[in-house]
Structure formats: structure tokens, C-alpha cells
């Protein structure tokens, strides 16, 4: 599928990489890990849940598993960016299964802004975990891991201390009823929503609606209220031994057959063959 919502990653994957040219996706997506973002230089545009965010340099997010998310260009063209996927998993050769989950557990979905200070002890853990995964040894490995589980921890303590986000981008006055919109589906997504109740509810009609949402959003009311859906069906699936009737009902399909309709559409395959494909529980 062109521009697939879904961007399967590997356990553990960290590159650095520059742009000197625009480069915006397309529609938002979700990985399966969790993706750590520092940039170096530049400027680049985030779009997570129903808020947007203008990163410059010192800017670090986190994006939990199964969460949407969407980066775009600026004006400024040319930015730089260390980007590191991981999953919980990679730590569990050091550490029991309840100090991986005790870790993880307090590494939420944010948007930091670093000082000058924290943003040098960031570059220096992402410098340290790329170079020790270049060197192929067993020491080596153990020395990455261990640094991912102390930077995990660092962006963990530098979250509760940042009680307010700066970067915030502010919502332009042509996208707040979407915004106010996109909220709403985001909190109530397991709950019937219409195309008629939700043009409504942002106090626009049904067809300035569906513009404006494709606009801001980049993708259509459907497409994105199902892609939402979907990744909280592929979380479950991964993550519980719920049966397909019970994770229907928790994330807003009406029916189990048009849950499987939908997922299979979006990722060319069954939400069984998916949970056979990547047994997690």
C-alpha cells in the first residue's frame, strides 16, 4: 500500500539522517515500537493525537507503540535528526520482566523541549547507543542495551519535570473546529461516529467538513477514524489473548467481519493471520 498507515520496524533500530530538501508524509502512521525522535538542526512539523508542534533544535519526542503520528517540513527546509525505534523487548536479556515493564511504563508519549545541557547529554546517549550497535562483540551489546534502559530512564525524569510544553504550535483559526473535532474522535473513537454527528458537532457542513479535515489531517474522516481503530485492534492483538468479539467491541467496530473487512484493506492481511505472524502473549 502506498503511504501505509502501519510502519513495521525492527526491535531495535537508530539512524541519523539529513534532509536538504522538502519531505513530508503523507498521512499519519504507527509503529509497533517505540520511536524516540531528537532533532539536531532545523525545524520539522509534528502532528500527534489532535495537537500540533513546531520541533527546532533541542526538541525530543517519544511516540508510544500503536500511537498516530505525522511529520512534515517547514519553510526552513534543510534539518537533521538522530531517530531510534526500539521495543521493550531489547532490554529484556538484562533486566527482569517487571523492571522492563516499570521502565517502559513511565516512558509516555511527550514532546520535550531540552536545555542546552540535557539536549548535549541526549545527542551523547544517542551517540553511544549507534556506536556500540556498529560493534559487532558481545560486550558491545550489553553496553547498548545498557545505555538504552539509562537514556529510557533520563527522558522518563526529564518528562516529569516538564510540566508545560513550550512547543506547541498554535491551532490557526480555519482549523480549530477540526481540531475540536479530531479530539472528539480521538477520546470517543470505540463509539458510533457519523459523518453527520461529527460535521455537527464542529458546527460545519457535512462537505466544508470533509476539506477541512483532509486539509489539516491529511487524510479523509473515515480513512483516519478506521486507522485509529485499526491500530488499537493490532495493539490487542498483539498484546491479549482477547478473541476477535471482544476486540471489536473495544474499539468501535460494529461487527467482527467489518473489523476484518477493514484491517485486511489497510494491512493486506487478517487480524488473525497478524496475531499468528507476531505472537507477543
Avoid: W
Avoid at 503523507?26 to 520541533?55: A, S
Amino acid at each position: 500500500m502506498k503511504n501505509p498507515i502501519y510502519a513495521g520496524t525492527k526491535d531495535f533500530d537508530i539512524n541519523v539522517a539529513e534532509f536538504n530538501k522538502p519531505f513530508s508524509m503523507q498521512r499519519q502512521h504507527y509503529h509497533d515500537t517505540y520511536e524516540i525522535y531528537l532533532i539536531l538542526e532545523g525545524e520539522k512539523n509534528l502532528f500527534l493525537d489532535d495537537k500540533k508542534y513546531l520541533l527546532k533544535k533541542g526538541s525530543l519526542f517519544v511516540v508510544e507503540p500503536f500511537v498516530l503520528h505525522m511529520t512534515t517540513s517547514t519553510d526552513k527546509v534543510y534539518n537533521k535528526r538522530y531517530i531510534m525505534n526500539v521495543s521493550s523487548d531489547v532490554l529484556s536479556p538484562m533486566l527482569t520482566k517487571s523492571e522492563v515493564e516499570y521502565l517502559f511504563k513511565n516512558l509516555p508519549t511527550c514532546v520535550l523541549d531540552l536545555s542546552e545541557d540535557k539536549f548535549c547529554f541526549a545527542l551523547n546517549y544517542f551517540e553511544e547507543i549507534h556506536r556500540y550497535k556498529n560493534i559487532k562483540n558481545s560486550l558491545s551489546n550489553k553496553l547498548m542495551r545498557t545505555t538504552i534502559a539509562h537514556f529510557v530512564d533520563f527522558i522518563s525524569r526529564e518528562e516529569k519535570k516538564q510540566a508545560a510544553i513550550t512547543l506547541k504550535n498554535p491551532t490557526k483559526k480555519s482549523e480549530a473546529p477540526v481540531m475540536k473535532a479530531l479530539m472528539y474522535i480521538n477520546i470517543n473513537y470505540t463509539k458510533n461516529i457519523s459523518l453527520d454527528f461529527i460535521s455537527e458537532y464542529a458546527n460545519m457542513s457535512k462537505s466544508n467538513f470533509c476539506l477541512a479535515f483532509k486539509k489539516a489531517v491529511g487524510d479523509t474522516f473515515v480513512n483516519y477514524l478506521n486507522t485509529l481503530r485499526t491500530a488499537q485492534v493490532h495493539k490487542l492483538l498483539l498484546t491479549t489473548s482477547l478473541n476477535l468479539t471482544e476486540i471489536a467491541s473495544q474499539t468501535g467496530f460494529s461487527s467482527v467481519d467489518y473489523l476484518t473487512r477493514t484491517f485486511k484493506k489497510i494491512h493486506g492481511i487478517s487480524p488473525s493471520q497478524m496475531r499468528k505472524n507476531n505472537k507477543m502473549v
